[in-house]
């Protein structure tokens, strides 16, 4: 199969978040890994004051979130948030 | 008893080969035959008045005629005897023509003692003939047309403004087929657009038409006059009542896929409409590519964005039933898979595109503006390589026959092509150009004409790429030359294949297929828009290839053989049906698992005195097709099809095979 990239795909816009992690609030449950639909988030590498790996942007995905609020909504320690980029 | 027996010439079809007059000699020797006679051309209007006038001249209280297939002139001549007041079921055709003289035209003597035994057997049979009277249904007043392309939409306007209820079903989310993706329309230069759009609204806001689209046929049960079907509307999860057709929802919604409708050349969102002109203007939420699933929800963006709160993530499937007397078939085509032509580079280059790729490039509402561009880099193609018949006329690739638009669309796509790229050139691979429409042949000269558009007579045997150039090696068959061409595009124009699904639509409802799967028509030129099944009638490509003329006079053809039928008071049937004979049935009910309509059943006789209740066989007469599978497997000889009683084929097989 070839694939074809659309031609006019500089004609499409999509909303564009960027994602702030409040590290410290983080008690690594994961929800928001796994189920953010870009797939863009994993643990940290490093603790936090509670000894729990956070969520961290995948590198060189930095501008894929696509601002759909979905971590924000089910994070229950509003540890995480995205904001509009425009 | 007095039969008369009528021989046709056929001109020299028949009378060429058979000797007519031993015919008639031998003829009017048979039991019960009174008269016999031959004649030049008995399906004119002289031949029919002769057996009008022998049938009342010599009281003939039964006639056989031997002419062409009944195929071609069964109701013809029914009409005629009718007319003198003879029950039509009273007669009985021998084909001496396509059975006998066709086939054996180089052995005139055995073809002569063929027809006569043919004639012989036909005597046989009618003499146990029985009077029949049609019968008759009540007729629903509604009309289901399938696909919403030119041809369903032509039909349905048709029907529509003759009075009558229809119900226009369409697959995808809007109307328009293949039309709608076209660029401009040979032989005119019409913008295709521009004819369609106002059709699609018209028939959108048409007070007897109910379009539904998105949605598809489920079941069909019934017959003439009266189908129930069940049609599945698929979940668009936008409510259509409160959708604007803004397109908010589509400005903020954050995936990107291939538009279908732009053949994946341009992009669409997961909630869309496929083309801006969309009939009717709703949104379609596609939940294959939407971040959401059927159970979890995660992205609200357009539902939030959403001014009327048109968006319904838990939308269903929606099953309608509805009740027609009459279904028109307007399901089209699609373009044989471009992966399929892999000896011209189709499926492996991105720049080897297809016809329907290149009216979408060509289409000023279409990705690019109605620039063409090359997919692989957007480029604009300087040398452009035309190939027709790719797939069609090709017995290896399944397709022998002619997909006929090609040689048109070419020519206009290489002129339309020259009007954006002046300084471009193309180049045309074809085989014949076949032009035969009124001011085809002319719109192909004057494109020939055209500076920089050569036409090559020859077969291309090979595309490859060579940097980011398309190489096409074919043979130039005038000149005799072998040629390369580095070209910037390839254009295939790929065979016209039947749509898919077409094979399951046409088992639903009991239609044959070509061996292409081509709908069937009963018979080419005296009942082409009607197909086998009674009642189902045909429009557009999903028949055969056809131009927009061609499908738009066929979808009116459709249409007025719709409003003939439900003009009628009641539907009226062929007798041609199976009856029981309670004295003999014996209640195995071996016929009712056989028989393939479900015309039977299974019933206790009301009560007698003292004696058990009988079980026995009932047909269902309008459900019964007269195809005479119960009377095979009845081991009493209990069930019969009227008019092909086991009595009347039984003489009928005796009197071919007995000697005199
Ligand atoms: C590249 C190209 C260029 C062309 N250029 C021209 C031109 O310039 N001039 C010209 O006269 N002709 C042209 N044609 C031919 C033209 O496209 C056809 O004649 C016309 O589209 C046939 O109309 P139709 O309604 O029969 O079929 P279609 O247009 O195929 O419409 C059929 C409709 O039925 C729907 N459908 C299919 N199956 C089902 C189902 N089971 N249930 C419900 N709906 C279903 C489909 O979604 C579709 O909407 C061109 C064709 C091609 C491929
Ligand atoms: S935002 Fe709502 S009303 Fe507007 S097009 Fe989308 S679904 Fe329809
Ligand atoms: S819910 Fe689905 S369709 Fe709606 S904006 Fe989000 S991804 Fe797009």
Redesign the interface.
């Known amino acids: ?2 694939i ?6 500089a ?5 564009k978040g960027r994602v702030i992690v409040l590290a410290e609030r983080c008690k690594e449950c994961g929800l928001c890994i796994e ?1 953010c ?1 870009k797939q863009i988030l994993e643990y940290s590498e490093d603790y936090n004051e509670k000894g729990f790996h956070y969520p961290v942007v995948k590198a060189g995905m930095e501008n894929e979130c ?5 971590c924000q909504e089910i994070c229950p320690d509003f540890a995480i948030f995205s904001e509009k980029e425009e | 008893m007095r039969i008369g027996v009528f021989i046709c010439h056929c001109g020299k079809n028949i009378a060429g080969v058979v000797d007519v007059k031993e015919l008639v000699e031998r003829a009017s020797k048979l039991k019960d035959v009174v008269y016999a006679t031959d004649y030049v051309y008995l399906c004119s209007e002289p031949g029919q008045k002769e057996i009008q006038e022998k049938i009342e001249e010599l009281e003939l209280t039964h006639v056989v005629i031997a002419a062409c297939s009944p195929k071609m002139h069964a109701t013809t001549f029914a009409r005629a005897v009718k007319g003198v007041g003879l029950n039509p079921y009273l007669l009985e055709i021998a084909n001496i023509r396509e059975h006998c003289s066709w086939v054996h035209h180089d052995k005139p003597e055995i073809a002569t003692e063929k027809a006569f035994r043919l004639i012989k057997a036909a005597v046989a049979k009618v003499r146990l003939a029985e009077p029949l009277e049609p019968i008759k249904v009540p007729l629903t007043r509604k009309v289901l047309v399938i696909g919403g392309g030119i041809a369903g939409i032509r039909t349905a306007l048709d029907i529509a403004n003759g009075g009558f209820e229809v119900y226009l079903v369409e697959r995808t989310p809007s109307l328009g087929g293949h039309m709608a993706q076209l660029s401009e329309t040979f032989p005119t230069l019409d913008c295709s657009a521009c004819i369609l759009t106002p059709l699609m609204v018209e028939a959108a806001h048409h007070k007897n038409i109910h379009v539904i689209t998105y949605a598809e046929v489920k079941n069909i049960k019934g017959i003439i006059g009266n189908f129930k079907v069940t049609i599945e509307k698929k979940p668009r999860y936008v409510i259509p009542e409160k959708c604007t057709g803004c397109g908010d929802c589509m400005d903020v919604c954050p995936v990107i896929v291939p538009n279908e409708f732009d053949q994946g050349l341009g992009a669409r969102k997961a909630i869309y409409v496929p083309f801006p002109q969309a009939v009717p203007l709703v949104y379609t939420l596609d939940l294959e590519n939407c971040l959401n699933t059927q159970k979890l929800v995660v992205c609200e963006q357009c539902y939030k964005a959403c001014g009327p709160r048109a968006i319904n993530y838990l939308m269903e499937p929606q099953e309608i039933e509805i009740e027609v007397g009459a279904v028109v078939i307007a399901t089209g085509f699609d373009l044989l898979p471009i992966e399929n032509l892999k000896e011209y580079g189709g499926g492996k280059y991105p720049d080897v595109v297809t016809g329907l790729e290149f009216e979408r490039l060509l289409s000023a509402s279409g990705p690019t503006g109605g620039v063409v561009r090359r997919p692989s880099d957007g480029k604009i193609p300087k040398r452009v390589v035309f190939i027709q018949c790719a797939g069609s006329r090709d017995p290896e690739h399944g397709c022998p026959y002619c997909s006929k638009i090609c040689c048109m669309y070419t020519a206009k796509q290489a002129l339309l092509y020259k009007h954006v790229v002046p300084d471009g050139e193309a180049y045309v691979f074809f085989i014949d150009v076949r032009a035969a429409g009124k001011r085809y042949e002319e719109f192909v000269q004057r494109v020939m004409g055209e500076e920089r558009i050569v036409y090559l007579r020859g077969k291309v045997s090979k595309v490859f790429q060579r940097e980011d150039k398309l190489v096409v090696w074919g043979a130039d068959t005038i000149s005799g030359m072998a040629v390369e061409i580095e070209a910037d595009m390839v254009v295939l124009a790929p065979a016209v294949v039947p749509s898919k699904g077409t094979a399951d639509l046409a088992k639903l409802l009991k239609v044959s297929v070509d061996e292409f799967g081509f709908l069937s028509e009963v018979h080419p030129k005296l009942r082409p828009v009607e197909s086998v099944s009674p009642g189902v009638y045909l429009a557009g490509a999903a028949q055969a290839p056809k131009d927009i003329s061609e499908t738009a006079a066929q979808a009116s053809a459709a249409a007025s053989k719709v409003l003939s039928l439900l003009s009628q008071k009641e539907a009226t049937l062929e007798p041609i049906v199976a009856h029981v004979d309670k004295e003999l049935c014996i209640g195995c009910g071996l016929c009712w698992k056989a028989c393939p309509f479900k015309a039977i059943t299974m019933v206790r006789e009301e009560k007698r005195e003292g004696k058990k209740r009988r079980r026995y066989a009932k047909v269902e007469e309008a459900v019964c097709q007269g195809c005479g599978v119960c009377m095979a497997i009845c081991e009493k000889k209990a069930i019969n099809v009227a008019g092909f009683t086991y009595d009347q084929l039984s003489a009928q097989v005796k009197a071919l095979l007995e000697d005199e």
């Open positions: 199969m070839v074809r990239k659309p031609l006019n795909l004609k499409f816009k999509v909303p189920y639909p696509i601002f759909c609020l979905f």
